[in-house]
């Protein structure tokens, strides 16, 4: 029987949810959510072209709710969606000017929760949490 004070998706969730509010608190998210800012610094981050479908790969999110968070962030000014020459059905994202004013902030606050949420966590310890969490995520896509 699976315990109800001590299970790892009651432990899970718990964590994700204080993640959320943490994000939408940050200093940079005056101008857009936690989800838009988590998203930018995955733009910010990469060199190659990005589409949705990298979006909802990164966060594991559907293919609607991926959409829903790509249109605020166009209505916000943060990115625009382009056609690509070789596919008319696909639109890369690409930040606007207005994104990369936010880039050092971002950057900086999610920095700043990766070593708040992994202070006094030892390498060998992190290491051991991320093949549980990777474990833990295949086991559900089975």
């Known amino acids: 029987m699976v ?3 001590r299970s790892a998706a009651r432990y899970v969730s718990k964590l994700s949810n204080k993640l959320r509010r943490k994000l939408d608190m940050l200093s940079s998210r005056k101008e857009f959510s936690g989800s ?12 190659d072209d990005v589409f949705q479908k990298d979006i909802e790969e990164e966060y594991s999110i ?4 991926a959409t829903e968070l790509l249109k605020q962030m166009e209505k ?4 625009v ?3 690509v ?3 008319n059905r696909l639109k890369k994202i690409v ?10 902030q971002v950057v900086d606050d999610l920095t700043e929760l990766e070593e708040t949420l992994t202070r006094g966590i030892s390498e060998e310890k992190m290491k051991i949490f991320f093949e549980v969490i990777e474990k833990m995520m295949d086991n559900l896509s089975e």
């Open 3 to 5: 315990s109800l004070t």
């Open 36 to 47: 838009q800012g988590r998203t930018l610094h995955f733009l910010l981050a990469q060199t």
């Open 62 to 65: 559907r293919p609607s709710t």
């Open 76 to 79: 916000n000014g943060l990115i």
């Open 81 to 83: 969606r382009e056609p």
């Open 85 to 87: 020459s070789y596919d």
């Open 95 to 104: 930040l606007t000017d207005k994104a990369l004013i936010y880039k050092k």
